[in-house]
């Protein structure tokens, strides 16, 4: 009896078994079999990035990384655009100056580096007027010759003679044993022998300008002689400050010019002690051996 229900259920089952299998065989043309994608769904490669179908995922039909914008599948909207600003409001920023360009010109004839004199020994000369602005003082026509020792590439010692040659002086009184008392001498008027030496200094590292240019200052001391027309002749301690520049055409050859004061005290024959004080201007020419 029992082997009869057991027979049975074996029937049972495969009798089962086989009508499944012919209803999957008789299903229609358009049934999309399981676990493939609905009709009209775009294949998985042309979804948006981000965007599930509702077969996978049915409680999220939107994209996930962009906000909904009434288009599942569309771009985010584009930012708001800033008006520009009207013309007449903006502000004009101030030009910038203009760098001052370097005068452009010809070069100079003597390179600055190169006028370190080659000495140590100068020779110059030079003339131009005198003017006496004291009673003991002459003036005129003035001829000076000058020799100058190297000490440093700026430092020179100077030895300077100077004539001057001027008018006659006028007699004003005398005494009883004719001797002249005073007299008068204009500013360009006595003669005069002056014997000086001193300290030269020539700025060769100033560079102000392009040309070959070389300011120079000077101080000396020492005699100058008062020659007149009259007995009253004498000397007078004296101090010399002057100062000027020179063009130097070559390495050892310049013309310049000087101004130069000259002062101190005048001790004569026949007359009371007085002030000597003398301006000179100068043009001249400098050799470098």
Known sequence: MRLLFRLAGLAAVALLLLDSGSASRAAPAGTAPAGAAPAGAAPAGDRPAGERSVGDRPEETYPEDRPFTGDPGGEPPPPPVRPREPVHRRRARPARPARPTRPEGPAPAVDRDL??????????????????????????????????YQLTRLVWFDVIGGVSLGGKCQVLERDLQDRVVSSACNPFGGVGVDLLAGIQMKFVNIRLWRA???????????????????????????????GGARYYFTNWFSVGGELAFTLGPAFRNHMDPGFYAKLELLAGVEFLL
């Open 115 to 148: 006028l370190r004199p080659r000495g140590p020994n100068i020779i110059a000369g030079g003339v131009g007027m005198a003017a006496g602005f004291s009673e003991p003082s002459n003036g005129g026509f003035r001829l000076n010759l000058e020799w100058s």
């Open 212 to 242: 070959s240019v070389v300011p120079f200052a000077r101080v000396a001391a020492g005699v100058a002689f008062i020659v007149a027309d009259t007995p009253n002749d004498g000397a007078a301690l004296v101090l010399r400050v002057g």
